[in-house]
C-alpha cells in the first residue's frame, strides 16, 4: 500500500510540473491524482467477524480519505479484476447492439421501475448547463425485476453477470458503510440500519453500467462532453474504470486532477446525501469525463458504478445531532436532484 502511495505521490508531482494549469481544453490532459490508496485486506469480503481493532488503521485512512479529497482507492477488496472484466465484456456487446434492439429494453419514466433500463447517449446532461452527456448507460436496481432484462440471443448471460456483480458491489458497499461508521465514531451499524433495502423497489441503489462511444463519426456541439461536472447524489458510489482513463476530480484548490483507474481497484467517493448527513465532515466531490485527445477520438470508454442509496423511506438528519441540515426523505432527496438532470436546459451551449 504504502509503495503504490508513493508512487502515485510521484507520477502526481511529475505531472504537475509541467501541466499544473488547466487547458481549458475540453479533451482530458490534467494533473496526476493524489486520491489514497487504502488496503481493505482486513476487512475483505469473505472476512468475517472481524473486530474493530483490527480495522484500526484502515478506518483512519479511510476517515482522512473521506474527509480530504472525498475518494480513496480501495485494494484487496475480495472483488477481482476478472469480475469486473466480465462486466465491461456483456455490457459491451449490449452497447454494440443496433439502436432498435436497445430501445425494447429503454428506461421508460412511467414505470414503476422507472429507473432501470438502457439510457441512450445525449439524453442527461449531469452538468445543466451542458449539451447532453456524449454516454450510454444501463441502470439496474431492483434485482427482482424481469421487466428490463436484455434477453437478446447474442448476450445471453447479461442478466446472470450483472445481477452477481449487483451483490457483490452491495456486500462491499455495505462493509464500506460499516467502515465508515466506525471513522465517524459512531455504531457500527449506523449507516447499514438505513440501506437494508438494496436491490428492492424500496431502495434507488442502482448498478450502471457506462458505455462512451467513439467520436470520431459524431458531430461534438460546443461545450459537450463524455460526463458533465457533477457530484453524485446518495451514499456513497463504487466506481470501476477501464483503462481508458478520462475521469478529474476536483481537488481542493478548484483544479481537475486526473483519477486514473487503478487495475484490481475499487474507486469510492463519498456523495451528497452522505456529505449532508455527516454535517459536512465528509466531502462529496465534483468530478467529470472530458473528450478524449483528437488521435483517441476513435476509441470507445466504459465504467461501471454502483451508486449507492438509503431506503426510500429513512429520514435523514445530520449524524452529529447538529441540525446544520433540516431532515430529508431520502427518496425526496434523490428525487429532486435527478429531476435537474434530465430537464431541459435552456440553453444548451452556456458557457461552462
Ligand atoms: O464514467 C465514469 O468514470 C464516471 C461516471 C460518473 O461519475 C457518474 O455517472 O456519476
Ligand atoms: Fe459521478
Known amino acids: 500500500m504504502k509503495r503504490k502511495k508513493a508512487m502515485l505521490t510521484k507520477r502526481r508531482k511529475k505531472v504537475r510540473t509541467d501541466d499544473s494549469e ?27 467477524q472481524i473486530p474493530d481493532e483490527r480495522l484500526s488503521v484502515m478506518i483512519e485512512e479511510i476517515k482522512q480519505a473521506f474527509s480530504g479529497t472525498g475518494f480513496v482507492y480501495l485494494e484487496n477488496t475480495g472483488i477481482e479484476q476478472q469480475e469486473v472484466n466480465r462486466v465491461m465484456d456483456v455490457s459491451k456487446k449490449f452497447f454494440l447492439l443496433p439502436e432498435d434492439t436497445k430501445t425494447l429494453w429503454a428506461r ?7 429507473n432501470d433500463g438502457w439510457v441512450s447517449s445525449e439524453i442527461e446532461r449531469l452538468n445543466p448547463l451542458r449539451p447532453g452527456d456524449l454516454k450510454e448507460a444501463f441502470n439496474i436496481s431492483h434485482l427482482d425485476s424481469v421487466l428490463k432484462w436484455p434477453s437478446d440471443a ?20 455495505l462493509r464500506v458503510l460499516e467502515v465508515t461508521a466506525l471513522s465517524l465514531g459512531l455504531e457500527r451499524d449506523f449507516f447499514i440500519s438505513k440501506h437494508r433495502l438494496i436491490g428492492t423497489n424500496k431502495n434507488c441503489t442502482t448498478l450502471r453500467t457506462l458505455y462512451y462511444p467513439p467520436l470520431h463519426k459524431v458531430t461534438v456541439k460546443s461545450n459537450q462532453v463524455r460526463c458533465g461536472e457533477h457530484s453524485d447524489y446518495g451514499s456513497v458510489t463504487l466506481l470501476f474504470q477501464d483503462e481508458s482513463g478520462g475521469l478529474e476530480v476536483m481537488n481542493r484548490s478548484g483544479q481537475y486532477i486526473s483519477a486514473p483507474c487503478i ?7 463519498i456523495a451528497d446525501l452522505m456529505q449532508r448527513w455527516t454535517s459536512d465532515v465528509l466531502v ?16 470507445s470508454r466504459q465504467s461501471v458504478a454502483f ?7 429513512e429520514i435523514i438528519s445530520c449524524c452529529d445531532g447538529s441540525n446544520k441540515y433540516p431532515p430529508v426523505s431520502a427518496l425526496q432527496y434523490t428525487k429532486d436532484r435527478a429531476y435537474i438532470s434530465y430537464k431541459e436546459a435552456n440553453a444548451s451551449d452556456l458557457a461552462v
Open 154 to 173: 447474442s448476450i445471453p448471460e447479461f442478466q446472470e453477470v450483472l445481477d452477481s456483480f449487483f451483490r457483490r458491489c452491495k456486500a462491499l458497499a
Open 22 to 48: 488547466s487547458t481549458g481544453s475540453l479533451s482530458f490532459n490534467s494533473p496526476k491524482m493524489d486520491i489514497p490508496v487504502v488496503n481493505f485486506n482486513a476487512y475483505k469480503l469473505g472476512e468475517d
Open 108 to 114: 421508460n419514466s412511467d414505470h414503476e421501475n422507472f
Open 263 to 269: 487495475p484490481g481497484t475499487v474507486l469510492v467517493n
Open 284 to 299: 462529496s466531490t465534483f468530478h467529470r469525463v472530458l473528450l478524449p485527445p483528437d488521435d483517441k477520438m476513435n476509441t
Open 307 to 313: 451508486f449507492v442509496h438509503s431506503d426510500n423511506d
